[in-house]
Nanobody
Framework: QVQLVESGGGLVQAGGSVRLSCRAS????????MGWYRQAPGKQRELVAT???????NYTDSVKGRFTISRDNFQNTVYLQMNSLNAEDTAVYLC????????????????WGQGTQVTVSS
């Protein structure tokens, strides 16, 4: 069983910063990709940022230049540094990981965290 536990959300003023963390634990052989999605009330889930095991990153256009994703492969942890926050960033942020469970298999399984609320007040 693999678990992802997020932390770091909360209430922040517009223009402020928040850092989210998400740690994966369990019987993990390796983690291929990690990333963050977000879902605001009444909206579809949106990809925010992803990072590969080699450190390659991808961001949705609305957060480029403001958010930075990083990961610690030894700690199986992914971070999302969010700067210059605005009201449109208010959402539940969910982390995910594409995990290889078995050393002798390249099959990947996706796991999700429970989500952490980020609320930006104007």
């Amino acid at each position: 069983q693999v678990q992802l536990v997020e932390s770091g959300g909360g209430l922040v003023q517009a223009g402020g910063s928040v850092r989210l963390s998400c740690r994966a634990s369990g019987r993990i052989s390796s983690i291929v990709n990690m990333g963050w999605y977000r879902q605001a009330p009444g909206k579809q889930r949106e990809l925010v940022a992803t990072i590969t095991s080699g450190g390659s990153t991808n961001y949705t256009d609305s957060v480029k230049g403001r958010f930075t994703i990083s990961r610690d492969n030894f700690q199986n942890t992914v971070y999302l540094q969010m700067n210059s926050l605005n009201a449109e960033d208010t959402a539940v942020y969910l982390c995910y990981a594409s995990v290889i469970l078995l050393v002798w298999s390249s099959r990947q399984y996706e796991y999700w965290g429970q989500g952490t609320q980020v609320t930006v007040s104007s």
